[in-house]
């Protein structure tokens, strides 16, 4: 009875995490009560939290200088306290400005730290991201923030920014779709409700160096310096999400097989769907080709009036939540991890008979 889920985000878990979670919900490993009835102190606890981080570690190949941190707030708090935890020493925040996500990023940093934007692609409608050679730091920058992935508008960057600064960035909507080297960062960050679990928490990846650059007056809780001294666990952490998070590391280890293995499945998944919009005037998509997203697949019918039908047969058809965001309307397929190529597939085929019928 499962459709497929093209949400945005909180979006699809793989089908096996839900089974395993669902097995275990009254009765964890014979211990007689649920990963959510646990102290977070329990050694029950302790080692399935340990075992999520080291499964993120070795997928991630995350260097040993390097804090893993299981957060709350989601990376909308991030937008705060990358400039409060990074801004202690003055400087200017710099950012790159290619989507709405990044925009906000800018806006809340505005509140905290000098800000500059060192490269803006608002000038070609935000239809690419910026090129290397067109980023420019303040003389002062503290660091570079970006966003490797606009979810809304389904642009990602098929580059890392090369800058003799601290480079930091928000991979809410890409992070674990393909491999990464993590030591081109300071710090990265995401919210779980896409790529890592369910919503509730929010992973930073920090380097140490960075641990004590924080602004005075830095709430206990805000501060990434009180996570990474207490394994994240200075208060209360989100216990249930992050074991659910620690099944989808689980996975993509052991029945993925790795990011190598996700990447490949990935590409493909994003090059027939887009293969599909481009070879049909029906649809359409705006960015450029060497900047669209794997994960987000933003798309446009030539007769917008056609909309509501579209969503309308679509669901009837098993495929949920293919609107677009709320701010840019048309039509968006979030293909993360957890969406299965069948479920691509299906849309595909959906596609091109609505096209038909209708177009
Ligand atoms: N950054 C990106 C790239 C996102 O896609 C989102 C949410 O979709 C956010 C930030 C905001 O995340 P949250 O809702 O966890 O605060």
Same mark, same amino acid.
């Not at 211990?31 to 050694?43: A, F, T």
């Not at 957060?71 to 709405?100: C, D, E, H, R, W």
């Not at 420019?136 to 389904?154: F, M, R």
């Not at 029906?282 to 987000?296: A, D, G, T």
């Given at each position: 009875?499962?459709?497929?889920?093209?949400?945005?985000?909180?979006?699809?878990?793989?089908?096996?995490? &839900?089974?395993?979670?669902?097995?275990? /919900?009254?009765?964890?490993? $014979?211990?007689?009560?649920?990963? =959510?009835? =646990?102290?977070?102190?329990?050694?029950?606890?302790?080692?399935?939290?340990?075992?999520?981080?080291?499964?993120?570690?070795?997928?991630?190949?995350?260097?040993?200088?390097?804090?893993?941190?299981?957060?709350?707030?989601?990376?909308?708090?991030?937008?705060?306290?990358?400039?409060?935890?990074? #801004? #202690?020493?003055?400087?200017?925040?710099?950012?790159?400005?290619?989507?709405?996500? $990044?925009?906000?990023? /800018?806006?809340?940093?505005?509140?905290? +730290?000098?800000?500059?934007?060192?490269?803006?692609?608002?000038?070609?409608?935000?239809?690419?991201?910026?090129?290397?050679?067109?980023?420019?730091?303040?003389?002062?920058?503290?660091? +570079?923030?970006?966003?490797?992935?606009?979810?809304?508008?389904?642009?990602?960057?098929?580059?890392?920014?090369?800058?003799?600064?601290? +480079?930091?960035?928000?991979?809410?909507?890409?992070?674990?779709?393909?491999?990464?080297?993590?030591?081109?960062?300071?710090?990265?960050?995401?919210?779980?409700?896409?790529?890592?679990?369910?919503?509730?928490?929010?992973?930073? /990846?920090?380097?140490?160096?960075?641990?004590?650059?924080?602004?005075?007056?830095?709430?206990?809780?805000?501060?990434?310096?009180?996570?990474?001294?207490?394994?994240?666990?200075?208060?209360?952490?989100?216990?249930?999400?992050?074991?659910?998070?620690? &099944?989808?590391?689980?996975?993509?280890?052991?029945?993925?097989?790795?990011?190598?293995? =996700?990447?490949?499945?990935?590409?493909?998944?994003?090059?027939?769907?887009?293969?599909?919009?481009?070879?049909?005037?029906?649809?359409?998509?705006?960015?450029?080709?060497?900047?669209?997203?794997?994960?987000?697949?933003?798309?446009?019918?030539?007769?917008?009036?056609?909309?509501? +039908?579209?969503?309308?047969?679509?669901?009837?058809?098993?495929?949920?939540?293919?609107?677009?965001?709320?701010?840019?309307?048309?039509?968006?397929?979030?293909?993360?991890?957890?969406?299965?190529?069948?479920?691509?597939?299906? &849309? /595909?085929?959906?596609?091109?008979?609505?096209?038909?019928?209708?177009?």
């Amino acid at each position: 009875s499962r459709k497929f889920n093209f949400c945005a985000g909180p979006a699809a878990l793989p089908e096996a995490v &839900l089974q395993r979670a669902r097995d275990e /919900i009254l009765d964890w490993q $014979g211990r007689g009560l649920s990963v =959510m009835e =646990m102290s977070h102190r329990s050694d029950e606890f302790v080692g399935i939290a340990e075992q999520a981080e080291a499964d993120l570690r070795e997928l991630l190949k995350v260097p040993a200088n390097y804090k893993v941190l299981f957060m709350q707030g989601g990376a909308s708090s991030q937008f705060a306290m990358v400039p409060l935890n990074l #801004g #202690g020493k003055g400087g200017t925040a710099n950012y790159l400005y290619n989507g709405i996500w $990044g925009k906000k990023a /800018i806006e809340e940093g505005q509140r905290y +730290l000098p800000t500059h934007i060192a490269a803006s692609s608002e000038a070609t409608g935000l239809s690419r991201v910026p090129f290397q050679s067109e980023i420019q730091l303040s003389a002062d920058a503290a660091y +570079l923030h970006y966003t490797s992935n606009e979810t809304i508008g389904g642009l990602e960057f098929d580059y890392i920014p090369d800058v003799a600064v601290p +480079l930091v960035c928000d991979m809410s909507s890409d992070i674990l779709s393909t491999p990464l080297d993590v030591s081109r960062f300071g710090l990265i960050y995401a919210g779980a409700q896409k790529n890592i679990g369910p919503a509730g928490l929010t992973l930073v /990846i920090v380097r140490d160096d960075l641990l004590d650059q924080a602004q005075a007056q830095m709430p206990t809780m805000f501060s990434y310096k009180t996570f990474a001294d207490n394994g994240s666990m200075y208060n209360t952490p989100p216990t249930y999400a992050w074991y659910l998070s620690g &099944l989808v590391f689980d996975w993509l280890k052991n029945e993925v097989g790795g990011l190598d293995k =996700m990447a490949e499945i990935n590409r493909r998944k994003a090059q027939k769907l887009y293969a599909t919009i481009d070879g049909n005037d029906f649809y359409s998509n705006p960015i450029e080709p060497q900047h669209r997203s794997i994960m987000n697949v933003p798309f446009r019918l030539a007769d917008a009036s056609l909309d509501k +039908l579209f969503l309308q047969q679509a669901e009837a058809a098993g495929l949920l939540n293919l609107a677009g965001h709320r701010s840019v309307g048309g039509m968006r397929a979030s293909i993360y991890n957890a969406v299965p190529e069948a479920a691509v597939d299906a &849309l /595909i085929e959906f596609m091109t008979d609505f096209a038909r019928n209708r177009g």
